[in-house]
């Protein structure tokens, strides 16, 4: 399996392709915003043909590539009904300050060919077998995509796209329109916390780190599990 990453002009949001191998179909995750040239110089040098644009929820700073990458290649894009409407009008997830800072900035449009996710789909794209879970929390309509780890770099049990539900050390935030942070420990519990320890986490914003690490590093992951500790402060990471 090929996965390769680097993270987009704004908000360092990880833009990743994943593929059986070089040569072969992708699919690309998250498109974010100035991410159109390295993903082409990607593509070519591992002489890719995307299938696909898979994306882990409908914030602004994972989709705003979407519709020229799927435009320019006649390809759907894939999102949680619960986001999809935030690919016609993103800032009906915005908090005011962010609209103010987008506002009149950036021009977006909305990719023309969209497929709805399903909590326990099974998607075969590229080759590849992945797996949807919904998780919302950061937003209603967040997911994680989940690949057989086996071929990966890491030859682990599984590889997770986790979108802003799990960072290295974190988690999103959840105080913008449509977050919620019961939501977000009931996607904790029920989603992250069942994954095997050596899961590869490719998260939204930073670093890779594994489920293993984040179960016992991760305040929120701990809290979650109710291994006690202080609370964890409210996250305010990713957009």
């Known amino acids: 399996m090929l ?38 110089d990607l593509i070519a040098e591992h002489r890719l043909h995307p299938a696909a644009v898979l994306l882990t929820h409908g914030h602004l700073d994972h989709t705003f590539s979407v519709a020229p990458v799927c435009g320019a290649r006649g390809i759907t894009a894939y999102v949680h009904p619960g986001d999809r409407e935030m690919l016609a009008d993103p800032t009906k997830a915005l908090s005011s300050d962010l609209t103010e800072l987008f506002g009149g900035r950036l021009r977006y449009t909305a990719p023309e060919d969209v497929a709805e996710l399903t909590d326990g789909a099974t998607l075969a794209l590229a080759g590849l077998e992945i797996t949807v879970d919904h998780a919302p929390g950061h937003t209603g309509g967040s997911v994680l995509f989940r690949l057989p780890g086996e071929g990966s770099p890491w030859e682990a049990d599984q590889v997770c796209l986790s979108g802003d539900v799990l960072f290295a050390g974190s988690i999103g935030r959840t105080d913008l329109p449509g977050g919620s942070m019961p939501a977000m420990w009931t996607s904790l519990r029920e989603k992250i916390l069942p994954l095997a320890d050596d899961t590869v986490v490719l998260p939204g914003h930073g670093p890779l780190t594994t489920i293993g690490r984040e179960r016992t590093r991760n305040p929120f992951l701990i809290e979650a599990a109710g291994n006690g500790g202080a609370r964890p402060a409210a996250p305010h990471r990713g957009l």
């Open 3 to 40: 996965v390769a990453g680097f993270p987009a002009d704004a908000f360092g949001t990880n833009c990743y392709v994943v593929a059986t191998g070089p040569g072969e179909q992708c699919v690309v995750v998250d498109p974010g915003i100035g991410v159109l040239d390295r993903l082409d």
